[in-house]
């Protein structure tokens, strides 16, 4: 059965930095892409990442410079580098698998991960 464990959330004080992992059932990444959303407290649900097999990325407008997504597949893990947190970055972070990266949205998403917390506040 596909997994998606999300963990690494936590309080990080605005222009800290944290890594976020999502943990994936073996082979995931030999196929499609990863994305990662974020859910802010009454927001609806963002694209923030995605990651291809090949290694292709992309990303959304309000995160580029600043956060990074990479994946180990020997550890069957997505990762989301995040620097220069601000408070608007606070969300509920979520990996899914993805038909591909062509775009960053969830209308291609099969599976979601939980969730893991993300707080910026001092």
């Known amino acids: 059965q596909l997994q998606l464990v999300e963990s690494g959330g936590g309080l990080v004080q605005p222009g800290g930095s944290l890594r976020i992992s999502c943990a994936v059932s073996?082979?995931?990444?030999?196929?499609?892409?990863i994305g990662w959303f974020r859910q802010a407290p009454g927001k609806e649900r963002e694209g923030v990442s995605c990651?291809?097999?090949?290694?292709?990325?992309k990303y959304a407008d309000s995160v580029k410079g600043r956060f990074t997504i990479s994946k180990d597949n020997a550890k069957n893990t997505v990762y989301l580098q995040m620097n220069s947190l601000k408070p608007g970055d606070t969300a509920v972070y979520y990996c899914?698998?993805?038909?591909?990266?062509?775009?960053?949205?969830?209308?291609?998403?099969?599976?979601w991960g939980r969730g893991t917390l993300v707080t910026v506040s001092s």
């Open positions: 073996p082979f995931t990444l030999n196929y499609g892409a």
């Open positions: 899914a698998r993805k038909a591909s990266c062509e775009t960053i949205t969830s209308y291609d998403v099969n599976y």
């Open positions: 990651i291809m097999r090949d290694g292709f990325t």
